[in-house]
Each structure stands twice: as structure tokens, then as C-alpha cells.
């Protein structure tokens, strides 16, 4: 089965300043998708941002950006200008292309504070 | 309402209790799955629903027993839980035939059991 490994239990940040959340995941194919999502204290998990692994350029949605590099396995997220607001855990997701049944493979996150 | 909901939110029982968890989506999904979701550990995957078809994770307990009477509702049917069953549970719905097929989910259930 795949492995999604996030190294940073815990990561903190100054307002408006830019974080680096790490990912690393194991596989053996060659297509599959890759996805950050957010979850702030007591509410929803949201998505964040996502990539296709056939895709070089990688993904940005306004302040979040990922760092996908394929060879190495690896899909870090950036935040830049940091907002309060961004204070959540954060989990790195694996889906094969080739899933049938259609299974998410989740990163243990990280929970990334922000200080004021 | 819109999204995917869960109730209730938060549920306390007793080991010999019988519960039920549910899910809706209203956002016109044909898949739907139940997660765990435990503190320092990855999301667990317990069970998916698509297309009528049932995927079951062989490491879940006998103890959960999910049913799903259409495409929009998921239950999760709890006996005899143990304590360490208490974790956050998550409902998640998504559109098969979508290219990322990315998963949205609801805001789960916190259960404890005594």
C-alpha cells in the first residue's frame, strides 16, 4: 500500500511571514493525484490545493503553492504571507489514478500555528 | 443545506450501548466513506460506498457496521465499542467520475466511549 509520510508534527510561523510544510510519499506508479487539506480546530477538513502527478507545473491557489517533485516523492506546500486564519493541521493525501476503489491515503499532519 | 453533514456531533457511550452515526451529502456525490480519525495517527479509511458497491478496510472491527440506503445518506452502526474506538469520525462524499475525485467531508463526530 501507499505511504504518505509528513516529518513536521508541528510547525509555527510569524504572521505574513512563508512556511514550508514537507510530504513524502511511496509508490510505485507512475499517475496519481496529490492533495494538501486543511483542518482548523473543531471545524470541517477543507481542500486546500491539489496536482496531478503528470502535470510538471506546479499547483497554486493565491497563498498556497506546492513544490511537487516527482522523482524525488516528494509534495511540500508553501504558504506565503501567513494569515491567522491559516492556523489548522494540515494533511497530505495520495489517490491513485488507477483506484478502483477510489481510496485516499493520508499523511499523520502537521499542525501549523500562527503567531501574531 | 449544503456540503456533507454529520450527526450528531458530539456522542458519549457505554460500552454496551447501541449507536448510530449519520452522514448526508447534498452535493449530488455517488461515493461516500467513513474515516477515523485518531490523534498522531493517519486518517483511517473504514469504509467506502460507490456505485452500490461496499470496500471495506479487513482491519475494522465487526463492531462498525456501516449501511448505506442511497446515495445521498451513510450510516455507521456502533456495538459493544471498546475505549479505544473514542476518535473523531468522518464522513467524506465525492463524484467518481471526476478527474481528481478529491473527497469532501463533513464535520465529523467526536465519540467517546466509557
Known amino acids: 500500500a501507499q505511504t504518505v509520510t509528513q516529518s513536521q508534527p508541528e510547525m509555527s510561523v510569524q504572521e505574513a511571514e512563508t512556511v514550508t510544510l514537507s510530504c513524502t510519499y511511496d509508490?510505485?506508479?507512475?499517475?496519481?493525484?496529490l492533495f494538501w487539506y486543511k483542518q482548523p480546530p473543531s471545524r470541517q477538513m477543507i481542500l486546500v490545493i491539489r496536482?496531478?502527478?503528470?502535470?510538471?507545473q506546479n499547483a497554486t491557489e493565491n497563498r498556497f503553492s506546492v513544490n511537487f517533485q516527482k522523482a524525488a516523492k516528494s509534495f511540500s506546500l508553501k504558504i506565503s504571507d501567513s494569515q491567522l486564519g491559516d492556523a489548522a493541521m494540515y494533511f497530505c493525501?495520495?489517490?491513485?489514478?488507477?483506484?478502483?476503489?477510489?481510496?485516499?491515503?493520508f499523511g499523520t499532519g502537521t499542525s501549523l500555528t500562527v503567531i501574531p | 443545506e449544503t456540503g456533507v453533514t454529520q450527526t450528531p456531533r458530539h456522542l458519549v457511550m457505554g460500552m454496551t450501548n447501541k449507536k448510530s452515526l449519520k452522514c448526508e451529502q447534498h452535493?449530488?456525490?455517488?461515493?461516500m466513506y467513513w474515516y477515523k480519525q485518531s490523534a498522531k495517527k493517519p486518517l483511517e479509511l473504514m469504509f467506502v460506498?460507490?456505485?452500490?458497491?461496499?470496500?471495506e478496510n479487513n482491519s475494522v472491527p465487526s463492531r462498525f457496521s456501516p449501511e448505506c440506503p442511497n446515495s445521498s445518506h451513510l450510516f455507521l452502526h456502533l456495538h459493544t465499542l471498546q475505549p479505544e474506538d473514542s476518535a473523531l469520525y468522518l464522513c467524506?462524499?465525492?463524484?467518481?467520475?471526476?478527474?481528481?475525485?478529491?473527497?469532501?467531508f463533513g464535520p465529523g463526530t467526536r465519540l467517546t466511549v466509557l
Open positions: 467524506a462524499s465525492s463524484q467518481r467520475e471526476s478527474s481528481y475525485n478529491e473527497q469532501f
Open positions: 509508490t510505485s506508479e507512475s499517475d496519481y493525484y
Open positions: 496536482q496531478e502527478a503528470y502535470k510538471q
Open positions: 493525501a495520495y489517490r491513485s489514478a488507477w483506484s478502483t476503489g477510489n481510496q485516499f491515503y
Open positions: 452535493l449530488g456525490h455517488n461515493a
Open positions: 460506498y460507490s456505485l452500490e458497491e461496499r470496500v
